[in-house]
């Protein structure tokens, strides 16, 4: 997985994948917290707070090796992706609290996910100085994850003609860009991937399970609407592991193969979990009606 297909290719695609989130945002995205207050504090919750916990106990549980169980954590600690906003899309979701809510999570991202990954590299490594993400390289999660947004929305608030007419070219760039990296990365290490699933296949599964279950099911409990809770079911459901394994595996953050294979497992498991837990959920409520 060390190579220069991901060490170079996936800071690419994800600064691409960021750039086409940042086209299709304002300013008044960011605003539109206020008109969903009580689901954006539950999303919010679980993101920085819940799954995190919950990730931590599970890892201990399973016992997972340190590497493996420190890129559970940065998993946990990662924001929601763009993937969340198209699965809202298919299955009723509330798409414009998801990209609120993905927008949100992407900025506080870049100061809880360095926090988590300290705190969790000085438990299972007992050594977060020479394998933690150190505060130092804050801004270097700023670059990855910011600034194509930022340039993205300054592109959109500027030149929105222009923006409309990039939008889609950038996401069919970033989807093939990224495709070919997952596609290269995959017959590279088709040698290793049953080691890797065997590995961390358990726990990313009930990892990934769990995050569905209740960023779905805690909005629901708080009286949100079912469009808003599959909103945020997805976007806490859907991490940006792209973001997780190039944290993890580029040389100037955390340089460890090992903790990239959590978010690489997970980037595979997530969309089949995530599409079986939307056809559930659309049929709970093709169901209600009748009952």
């Known amino acids: 997985m060390d190579s220069p297909l991901t060490t170079v290719g996936l800071p690419v695609a994800l600064g691409i994948i960021m750039l086409g989130l940042g086209l299709g945002l304002t300013v008044a995205d960011f605003r539109r917290v206020v008109s969903y207050p009580r689901a954006a504090l539950i ?3 679980c993101q920085v707070l819940l799954l995190p916990a919950l990730c931590f106990a599970l890892v201990v549980a399973l016992d997972l090796p340190p590497a493996p169980a420190v890129g559970m954590m940065l998993l946990a600690a990662s924001p929601g992706g763009t993937t969340a906003n198209l699965y809202s899309h298919l299955f009723g979701g509330h798409v414009a609290l998801n990209v609120t809510l993905t927008a949100v999570n992407s900025v506080l991202a870049v ?3 360095p926090i988590i990954v ?3 590299a000085a438990h299972f490594l007992g050594d977060a100085a020479s394998l933690g ?3 130092d390289k804050v801004l270097q999660v700023f ?3 910011l600034l194509p947004v930022a340039l993205g929305m300054a592109l959109r608030a500027r030149f929105p003609g222009l923006a409309d007419r990039l939008a889609r070219p ?3 760039v970033s989807v093939v860009v990224l495709v070919a990296v997952i596609a290269g990365t995959v017959l590279r290490e088709r040698d290793n991937i049953a080691d890797y699933f065997v590995a961390v296949g358990v726990a990313v599964l009930i990892f990934n399970v769990v995050s569905l279950v209740i960023g779905y099911g805690a909005p629901r409990l708080a009286g949100v609407g079912r469009r ?4 945020v079911g997805m976007e806490i459901g859907i991490h940006n592991s792209t973001l997780a394994i190039t944290i993890a595996i580029s040389p100037a953050l955390l340089n460890n193969t090992e903790m990239a294979v959590p978010a690489a497992v997970y980037g595979i498991v997530m969309f089949f979990t995530a599409a079986a837990f939307g056809y559930l959920v659309t049929r709970q409520r093709e169901r209600e009606p009748a009952a």
């Open 43 to 45: 999303a919010l919750g």
């Open 111 to 113: 100061v809880t996910l």
């Open 118 to 120: 300290n705190l969790s």
């Open 133 to 135: 993400l150190q505060f």
């Open 143 to 145: 670059a990855i994850v």
């Open 170 to 172: 950038v996401k069919i």
């Open 228 to 231: 808003e809770s599959i909103a």
